[in-house]
Structure formats: structure tokens, C-alpha cells
T-cell receptor, first 109, second 112 residues
Framework: GQSLEQPSEVTAVEGAIVQINCTYQTSGFYGLSWYQQHDGGAPTFLSYNALDGLEETGRFSSFLSRSDSYGYLLLQELQMKDSASYFCAVNPGNTPLVFGKGTRLSVIA | ETGVTQTPRHLVMGMTNKKSLKCEQHLGHNAMYWYKQSAKKPLELMFVYSLEERVENNSVPSRFSPECPNSSHLFLHLHTLQPEDSALYLC???????????FGPGTRLLVL
């Protein structure tokens, strides 16, 4: 079977740092993606990790540990516009991505 | 146009109506997807097409009928829907099945 676990909700203060974790159990694994979705909008691709380690793109970073079946999305210098849902997704190989249920991030002043 | 487009963006229909949702991708991708997302809920994968062939159908009621006439276009035909089918319907495409997916803006459907 395929399962991804991520927290359902996270609240953080503007200007702070927040980490959204994702653990996975899948029959195959080639990489972990992160998507952002604002209310009423479509998911947009943020990052992809195929290898262990940290990938940085501006204020957002994504980390993967294949041995621990674990990854996280790190958001720094939080802004109000970062309030959104964040989905992790596994590439199991030769089949469609498997999405987690999403983490709703609320950034407060 | 670029990316993935969907029409209409909003749709209100009665339970006896028949309507179709359209998705078009301008990315040269080989795989296309339909997702359903109810309010503040996770994405539910409905249908997957790869090279115009359906490869996955996740126990979706027969009142939803997909059609993929070519690699750039995907339709979702709707008939005799129920109020619980009201949701955001998202189309996505990817280069191949396991690759990064790019989503359209969605069709917000309300069934009365």
C-alpha cells in the first residue's frame, strides 16, 4: 500500500521559521515533491528531492532522508501570503504521484 | 496560451443536467489527470491517462465519464450528478506518469 503522513494543521508567526514534516510508506520510491495550494486555487509545484539532503529555493527549502522515509519543507521569514495548504507527494516510479492529505499552514501576525 | 487551462472555471448544474469539463495542456506532456477536491479536503485522484490510454480509474461513479481524444485534451463528462459531487475539479498533466504534475486552475462545480 501507499501512505503519506503529514500534520493536518500548523500555525506560525510572521517572520518565523516553520517546518512541515512528511513520512511515507510506498511500494517504490524515486523522489519526494512539495506543492502549495492557496484557498480556491490550484496546487503549484514547489520542489523535488530525489537524493538525500537539503534543496534550497529562496525562502523555501526541502529535505529528504531516504533511509528514514522522511522529508520536510522548511519555510523561512514567513509572510502572510505563505498561508496555504502544503502537500507532499511521492514518486513511486512508473505510476502517478501519491499525494499526502495536506498541511494547512496559518501565518499569524 | 501556456500551461494547463480548464473551462469552464465555474459551473452550476441541476441533478438532471449533462455537462462537460474541458482541460487542455500546452506543455507537450504525455500524461493527464482528473482530481476531485471537496472543500478543505485532500486531492482525490479520479482518472489517469497516459498516451491517450486510461491507466487508472479509482472507483469513480459512472456518472463521471472521462474522454481523452488526444494527448493535449481531456474531458470529464458529467450526467445525473448528486449534490455531494459539488467540488473543485482539477486537471493536471505531466511529462510521464511519475513526473512532476502541473495543475490547471480548476472548475468549481455546484450541483443543485
Amino acid at each position: 500500500g501507499q501512505s503519506l503522513e503529514q500534520p493536518s494543521e500548523v500555525t506560525a508567526v510572521e517572520g518565523a521559521i516553520v517546518q512541515i514534516n512528511c513520512t511515507y510508506q510506498t511500494s517504490g520510491f524515486y523522489g519526494l515533491s512539495w506543492y502549495q495550494q492557496h484557498d480556491g486555487g490550484a496546487p503549484t509545484f514547489l520542489s523535488y528531492n530525489a537524493l538525500d539532503g537539503l534543496e534550497e529555493t529562496g525562502r523555501f527549502s526541502s529535505f529528504l532522508s531516504r533511509s528514514d522515509s522522511y522529508g520536510y519543507l522548511l519555510l523561512q521569514e514567513l509572510q502572510m501570503k505563505d498561508s496555504a495548504s502544503y502537500f507532499c507527494a511521492v514518486n513511486p516510479g512508473n505510476t502517478p504521484l501519491v499525494f499526502g492529505k495536506g498541511t494547512r499552514l496559518s501565518v499569524i501576525a | 496560451e501556456t500551461g494547463v487551462t480548464q473551462t469552464p472555471r465555474h459551473l452550476v448544474m441541476g441533478m438532471t443536467n449533462k455537462k462537460s469539463l474541458k482541460c487542455e495542456q500546452h506543455l507537450g506532456h504525455n500524461a493527464m489527470y482528473w482530481y476531485k477536491q471537496s472543500a478543505k479536503k485532500p486531492l482525490e485522484l479520479m482518472f489517469v491517462y497516459s498516451l491517450e490510454e486510461r491507466v487508472e480509474n479509482n472507483s469513480v461513479p459512472s456518472r463521471f465519464s472521462p474522454e481523452c481524444p488526444n494527448s493535449s485534451h481531456l474531458f470529464l463528462h458529467l450526467h445525473t450528478l448528486q449534490p455531494e459531487d459539488s467540488a473543485l475539479y482539477l486537471c493536471a498533466s505531466s511529462q510521464d506518469l511519475e513526473e512532476t504534475q502541473y495543475f490547471g486552475p480548476g472548475t468549481r462545480l455546484l450541483v443543485l
